[in-house]
């Protein structure tokens, strides 16, 4: 019977604390039905089956599924667009993080499926067109591995497309914040939100009154934001729910943080 495989595991769990819908790993009736693909082991597949014929995935092949298929992200089908795209640009570049990865079946405008197709190794080609993936990829991406990596680190590329593929950190600025009142509710507007985006999940909700610190300002496509930490990971605020305590920032913590970047880059 096939199995999620520890590293495939991880990888839906951090895409899930990272904004992102996952799918699933292990292919339901449908895919068991059919016989060939990468969400099924051995043992679900047909003899001969398509994600089983390569070298490498013949030299890995056992009862674990070796694929991810993804939805939103940061709750938006352009968000799950522009993450699909970073990654077969990654692909095609020959990342070398994105060494296992088979293929990727999405779509870059909601109405024409493509397909990254790695079969001859890096940097592989993007397949145009029909024929390349049913129309359910129009809003979901399905990412498999070749086989062999069933045990390898799936979270690199990934953790690499939030870090850099759509924040850009463009100043360094301590600040103090505290949260606008909503004039509707009487509620606070605070809050902190897992990535950059307004439809992105809430991570905490920041109490009026209550002094939240940045460090950064940062460029997203959906607002002006600010970084900060909540309980150990990075969080983001959008600059337009929030007060500053002091106008112009803390010049004091701003030299420190740009003395310890340009140290990082000695």
Request: net charge positive; proline share 4%.
């Amino acid at each position: 019977m096939t199995f999620k495989p520890a590293t495939l595991g991880a990888l839906e769990t951090m895409l899930r604390k990272r904004g992102v819908v996952t799918l699933g790993v292990v292919g339901d009736a449908n895919h068991k039905a059919k016989k060939f693909s990468y969400h099924l082991g051995a043992n679900d597949l047909a003899p001969g089956a398509s994600s089983a014929s390569l070298p490498r995935d013949k030299a890995g092949l056992s009862n674990a599924a070796s694929a991810i298929d993804i939805g939103k992200a940061g709750g938006t089908i352009a968000g799950l667009r522009s993450m699909s795209l970073w990654l077969v640009g990654e692909c095609l570049a020959g990342a070398p993080d994105a060494g296992d990865i088979r293929e990727i079946i999405f779509s870059a405008d909601g109405q024409r499926v493509d397909r990254w197709d790695g079969r001859n190794g890096l940097p592989g080609v993007v397949r145009e067109g029909p024929g390349q993936g049913d129309n359910s990829h129009r809003t979901h991406t399905h990412v498999s591995f070749f086989r062999d990596s069933e045990a390898r680190d799936k979270l690199s590329l990934f953790r690499r497309y939030f870090e850099e593929g759509t924040v850009k950190v463009t100043l360094i600025k301590g600040e103090d914040w505290t949260p606008t009142r909503n004039q509707a509710t009487g509620k606070s507007n605070g809050v902190l939100r897992a990535v950059p985006d307004r439809a992105a999940p809430i991570v905490a909700t920041v109490e009026l009154g209550e002094v939240i610190r940045s460090i950064a300002e940062v460029k997203s496509g959906s607002g002006n934001w600010r970084l900060t930490k909540r309980d150990g990971r990075a969080v983001y605020m959008l600059r337009s729910d929030w007060t500053p305590k002091k106008q112009g920032g803390d010049p004091a913590v701003d030299a420190a943080l740009g003395a310890y970047i340009d140290r990082l880059g000695a």
